[in-house]
């Protein structure tokens, strides 16, 4: 092999390093893709839709309606921030309070008409509760089949969140910003 063959083969080398370098901070610090598993974010999210999860610049500000992935044991979730640290959160009438206060969901309306076609609510009476300190309370857009802070997965503490869900980038004909 001769001079300029090997020192082409260095540069090369050198480059792929660099970029795998670069895709391994950026899949572990900053954005990473995620498979949605399961009905419970439906309408909002669909099965097997692939969305793009920021995991930069997760700080104590968590924002109620945001939608976020939680690491859980054997694996991992896809749910929407409900209750901050401190709010008494409750469910009357199949309608949620935040600190006594209605909050509208206006995400449920495709869901709330199902179940009301069903001759049910869609989310169960419960509460008030109040939110610990240093921890959340998530919800699954699809209330009637939502494994979540209601049954199962308890609060969340800020450390189990992997990151906030910013848009879905699979299929294709269907990329929309995850609100």
Do not use: C
Request: proline share 4%; hydrophobic share 35%; net charge positive.
């Amino acid at each position: 092999m001769n001079l300029k063959t090997k020192n082409e083969l260095k540069s090369w080398g050198k480059s792929l390093f660099i970029a795998f370098g670069i895709a391994f901070v950026v899949r572990t610090f900053l954005f990473s893709p995620y498979i949605v598993e399961g009905a419970s974010m439906e309408p909002t999210l669909h099965n097997q839709e692939k969305i793009m999860v920021n995991k930069f610049n997760l700080t104590d500000r968590f924002n109620r309606g945001e939608i976020i992935i939680i690491k859980g044991k054997e694996e991992n979730y896809v749910k929407r921030i409900i209750g901050l640290p401190g709010d008494k959160v409750e469910v009357k009438n199949d309608k949620l309070y935040i600190n006594g206060v209605f909050f509208e969901e206006s995400y449920l309306s495709q869901n709330r008409k199902l179940a009301e076609q069903m001759g049910s609510k869609l989310t169960g009476d419960f509460g008030p509760i109040t939110v610990p300190k240093n921890k959340f309370f998530v919800m699954g857009d699809n209330r009637l089949y939502s494994k979540d802070s209601r049954n199962g997965l308890g609060y969340i503490q800020k450390e189990d969140i992997v990151g906030q869900s910013e848009f879905v980038f699979f299929p294709f004909s269907d990329i929309r910003p995850t609100e």
